[in-house]
């Protein structure tokens, strides 16, 4: 992905998880006009930039805040939790957690052991917070699982960003993904 404009401007940026202190936060994105790249945000009135990318998103980038970039694959946590919670209850359970993983081949087996080490609170459920943080640590460890995971909802079969796909999916889990983002702020 290249970028194809940047435009400056001045003034504060909000987002969902607006910061309170001179640290940069990432912003999840939750709707299609952010869905491409997180929104940096800061207590502060520096000067930004907004990028195009060649997708057609934009990114706000404000020089010298951004100090770490959170991946969309845990931005987008919520929206891929909601997309696995068949009863809408809030709670993974492990056959829920496979059949979600089973979209992209990941085995029943694979699927019951990597629910255990995300299930934290041993209740056999996984809450958002949980998924998130699983999502974090399979991240950490290299392994792109949930990034594939995430392409299959946002993604048309050759690999192309599917806007409506990515659009609908966002949108499907846009109150989880609100409600669990404004509780860390």
């Not at 993983?101 to 990941?106: N, T, W």
């Not at 943080?133 to 950490?140: E, L, P």
């Not at 669990?180 to 702020?185: A, E, F, I, K, Q």
């Amino acid at each position: 992905m290249s970028i194809s404009n940047i435009s400056n401007s001045a003034g504060p940026y909000s987002s969902p998880t607006s910061a309170t202190s001179n640290n940069t936060s990432v912003a999840p994105a939750t709707n299609s006009t952010s869905a491409a790249a997180p929104i940096p945000t800061t207590a502060t009135s520096s000067p930004a930039s907004i990028v195009t990318l060649s997708n057609g998103h934009s990114m706000t980038v404000i020089p010298g805040e951004l100090k770490s970039v959170m991946p969309l694959t845990e931005a987008w946590g919520p929206q891929m939790f909601f997309q696995a919670d068949s009863s809408k209850n809030e709670k993974l359970t492990s056959s829920e957690f496979a059949d979600q993983l089973k979209r992209i081949g990941v085995s029943a087996e694979t699927a019951s052991k990597l629910f255990k080490t995300f299930d934290t609170s041993n209740d056999a459920g996984l809450s958002v917070d949980e998924y998130v943080a699983g999502i974090r640590s399979i991240n950490a460890s290299g392994n792109t699982m949930f990034s594939d995971l995430m392409n299959s909802y946002s993604r048309s079969p050759d690999g192309q960003i599917d806007n409506a796909a990515q659009d609908n999916f966002l949108k499907q889990g846009e109150a989880l993904a609100t409600k669990y983002w404004s509780s860390r702020s």
